[in-house]
């Protein structure tokens, strides 16, 4: 049994975490934690979450430098799922044992250090670790993965859309003058579990936000190799993201080409559903998996393409169970699927 801790636990992905951990077969919920003057310490998983009523051996505790040197030689596996910033600011201490640290924030899927400056609002200071970190979009990236010591699990948007679009960039079959365009919409989870009046029930309604300046642009452009028009909008619903992606392809290219290369490229991978109709949010919502449909206009060389991903599980938490049955040695799918 590896032994697991998660921080931020309290909030949606860390809850998120607790159950997918809970009922691994591979993996032993060890200690779950929030923030050192967190009004929630001291209190358990089945106080804090209604859905999770049943699991009141879990009590979050106060974490801290200590706490936190103490689990990087004491557990096999640790999770943060907390604030950009405060990933960024642990890091360096959780990492610098045995234990494996996968962090579910922003703080070390990019390489260049002023993307953090212009698009997180804090000057990167943690080089070294930010070097170490292997992007963990689990079915691209799985064998650097497994040898990895820190995983950046990727952000919710930049999941959907890579998902949708590597297989044709693999392939060759973008026309890469034409940039791809990006238009997702995400549950209001996706926020966090933190009030504000932006999420508040009576504000949300379908909107644009982010416009042309959101930080899963450069993500997205650093991992599919070109650059993209990404419009992320805010949805009255409460968990999962549809992405509706319009690309050009290459001169030429048919609708069995697509169809090769999603099959080429998710043959193998039980996560991921090609469907035969355009896919739903609730499709997917509460689940691990990703689903895509695609259709080529043959006679203009426009593809549309659709993803639904659950934003709390594979945007997040069971994205990062992947990347730890990965680093276990474990079928990438372990505990996640019936
Ligand atoms: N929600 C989503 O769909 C997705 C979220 N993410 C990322 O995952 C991370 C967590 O997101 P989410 O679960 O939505 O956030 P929440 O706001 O719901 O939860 C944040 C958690 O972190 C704790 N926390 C806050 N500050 C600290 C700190 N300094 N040290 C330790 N714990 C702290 C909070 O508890 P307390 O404040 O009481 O200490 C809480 O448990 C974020 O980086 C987010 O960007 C990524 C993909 C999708
Ligand atoms: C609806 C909503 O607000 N979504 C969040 C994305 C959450 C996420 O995936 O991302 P990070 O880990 O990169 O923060 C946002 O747009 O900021």
């Known amino acids: 049994m590896k032994k697991v801790s998660v921080i931020g636990a309290s909030g949606y992905t860390g809850a998120q975490l607790v159950s997918l951990i809970h009922q691994h077969p591979d993996m032993e919920l060890v200690h779950t934690f929030v923030s050192e003057n ?32 103490e689990l990087s030689q004491t557990m096999d596996l640790v999770f943060l799922a907390t604030p950009h910033e405060a990933s960024h600011d642990w890091m360096p201490v959780l990492s610098s044992g045995n234990a494996r640290v996968l962090d579910l924030s922003g703080a ?10 212009n698009h997180y609002g804090f000057e990167h200071t943690a080089a070294a670790c930010l070097d170490q970190a292997v992007y963990g979009l689990a079915e691209w990236y799985s064998e650097a993965i497994a040898a ?10 930049p999941t959907a859309s890579l998902s949708a679009l590597k297989p044709l960039a693999d392939a060759s079959l973008l026309d890469t003058s034409v940039r791809p365009v990006i238009n997702a919409v995400s549950g209001v989870s996706g926020a966090g579990r933190k009030a504000s009046l932006t999420t508040s029930f009576y504000e949300v309604s379908l909107q644009a936000y982010g416009v042309l ?22 949805g009255n619903f409460k968990r999962g993201i549809l992405a509706t992606i319009t690309v050009k392809t290459a001169a030429g290219t048919q609708q069995s080409d697509l169809n ?5 490229a998710y043959g193998n991978s039980p996560i991921v559903r090609l469907r035969e109709s355009f896919p739903k949010v609730d499709d ?6 990703v689903d895509l449909f695609w259709k080529l206009d043959e006679q203009s060389g426009y593809a549309v393409i659709a993803s639904a991903i659950d934003n709390v599980m594979k945007g997040a938490a069971s994205q990062a169970v992947q990347c730890a049955n990965l680093l276990c040695g474990l079928p990438s799918e372990k505990g996640l699927i019936l």
């Open 108 to 117: 070390f899927r990019i390489k260049e250090r002023d993307v953090f400056a």
């Open 284 to 289: 997917v919502a509460h689940t691990p998996f």
């Open 213 to 234: 300046g959101h930080r899963h642009t450069p993500e997205i452009e650093a991992y599919l190799g070109t650059p993209v028009v990404f419009t992320p909008h805010l």
């Open 260 to 264: 090769a290369a999603f099959r080429q």
């Open 148 to 157: 990895a010591h820190i995983i950046a699990v990727p952000g919710c948007y």
């Open 38 to 69: 967190s009004q929630d310490a001291g209190k358990s998983m089945a106080q804090l979450h209604g859905s999770l009523a049943h699991l009141h051996q879990y009590k979050v505790q106060p974490i801290n430098e200590l706490v936190l040197k």
